[in-house]
C-alpha cells in the first residue's frame, strides 16, 4: 500500500491562474480531509469528503475553493483565480470507512506557491 | 471556540534531559485529545491519544482537564525524537480536528 498520494508535490501559479491538487487516499480508505498549512500555522481543517459527498466544508473559503471526491478517481481541490494569500501547503488525509475520523493518514502535501 | 495552543515555536535540549512539550485546549465538551508527529522529510502521523493511556516511544500525555492541558512528556529525549510535534483536539460531533501551530523540538548531542 502505496500510502495517500498526492500531486503535484510543487505547483507555481501566477496571480489569477487555476490550481488543481489531487489526492489519492490509500486503498480501501473512502474518507478523504483536506488541510491547509500556511507558514508558521499549525494546519487548518477545509473540508471532508466522502466518494461523491461533501460531509463538511465549513474550513472552506466561500469563493474561489471547491472540492469533491468522485466515485472514480482521486479527490480535487480546484483554486479558482488564485491570489498571493492562497500560497501554503495543503494536505490530504484519508481514513478508512470502519475507523474512527482521527486515524487519517497523511499525504506529502502539495506546496502551492502563488506569484 | 475550540482552540490548541502550543505555546512554544521551538524547543531545543540536550540528549538524555527530559522533555515537556506544553499544549492547551479550548473546548466546552469532552475532548478527544491526540498528539501527530512528523520527522525531517516524513508525513505527519498520529503518536498518541490521550483516551488509550499508552507510551509510545518513551511519550505519555495526560489529559489534565482542570487546566486544560495535555502536555507531552519523555524523561529521557533521544536524537531521533527531533521533529514537529502538533497537538491536536478532535471532536467527534464533526468529524474534524483542530490542530495546535506545532511546536519544533530539537535534541541537542
Known amino acids: 500500500n502505496a500510502g495517500v498520494m498526492q500531486n503535484p508535490r510543487h505547483l507555481v501559479r501566477r496571480r489569477g491562474q487555476e490550481a488543481r491538487l489531487r489526492c489519492s487516499p490509500m486503498k480501501g480508505h473512502s474518507h478523504v480531509y483536506w488541510y491547509r498549512q500556511l507558514p508558521e500555522e499549525g494546519l487548518k481543517f477545509m473540508v471532508y469528503l466522502q466518494k461523491e459527498n461533501i460531509i463538511d466544508e465549513s474550513g472552506m473559503p466561500k469563493e474561489r475553493f471547491s472540492a469533491e471526491f468522485p466515485k472514480e478517481g482521486p479527490s480535487i481541490l480546484r483554486i479558482q483565480q488564485v491570489v498571493r494569500g492562497d500560497s501554503a501547503a495543503y494536505f490530504c488525509?484519508?481514513?478508512?470507512?470502519?475507523?474512527?475520523?482521527?486515524?487519517?493518514?497523511f499525504g506529502p502535501g502539495t506546496r502551492l506557491t502563488v506569484t | 471556540a475550540q482552540r490548541v495552543t502550543q505555546p512554544e515555536k521551538l524547543l531545543s535540549v540536550f540528549k538524555g534531559a527530559p522533555v515537556e512539550l506544553k499544549c492547551n485546549y479550548s473546548y466546552s465538551g469532552s475532548p478527544e485529545l491526540f498528539w501527530y508527529v512528523q520527522y525531517s522529510r516524513q508525513r505527519l502521523q498520529l503518536l498518541l491519544r490521550h483516551i488509550s493511556r499508552e507510551s509510545i516511544k518513551g511519550f505519555t500525555a495526560d489529559l489534565n482537564k482542570g487546566e486544560t492541558s495535555f502536555h507531552l512528556k519523555k524523561p529521557f529525549a533521544q536524537e531521533e525524537d527531533s521533529a514537529m510535534y502538533y497537538c491536536a483536539l478532535a471532536y467527534s460531533s464533526a468529524s474534524k480536528i483542530i490542530f495546535g501551530s506545532g511546536t519544533r523540538l530539537s535534541i541537542r548531542p
Open positions: 488525509a484519508s481514513s478508512p470507512p470502519s475507523g474512527a475520523f482521527y486515524e487519517q493518514y
